[in-house]
């Protein structure tokens, strides 16, 4: 089993910055991927970053390409999204999710663990 707790969501302003945070417990995330996903209200949750535990391998959204971040910390077990040029389009419950497939894929069905989400809210 692993645990996941996010932190780091609330509102900011257009242009401004965030710092998500999705901290493992249970297990370490070991061999795993590691993804942020957000949902807004009636729409379809979407892929933002992902990253490989081993490797480091990334990958993220074409809507947040140089905008976000998304990088992570072996010895705090930790994973990042660092959000930089916030537009109003970004909002969203942010979720972090985890998948034993160990590689990053976009797709949601293929995470196996998730957080309970972080709001993020952009005004302007």
């Known amino acids: 089993q692993v645990q996941l707790v996010e932190s780091g969501g609330g509102l900011v302003q257009t242009g401004g910055s965030l710092r998500l945070s999705c901290a493992a417990s249970g297990r370490t995330f070991s061999s795993y991927a590691v993804g942020w996903f957000r949902q807004a209200p009636g729409k379809e949750r979407d892929i933002v970053a992902a990253?490989?535990?081993?490797?480091?391998?990334?990958y993220s959204a074409n809507s947040v390409e140089g905008r976000f971040t998304i990088s992570k910390d072996n010895a705090k077990n930790t994973v990042y999204l660092q959000m930089n040029s916030l537009k109003t389009e970004d909002t969203a419950v942010y979720y972090c999710?985890?998948?034993?497939?160990?590689?990053?894929?976009?797709?949601?069905?293929?995470?196996?663990?998730w957080g309970q989400g972080t709001q993020v809210t952009v005004s302007t």
């Open positions: 990253i490989s535990w081993s490797g480091g391998t990334t």
């Open positions: 999710a985890a998948t034993q497939w160990g590689i990053v894929t976009p797709s949601p069905d293929k995470y196996n663990y």
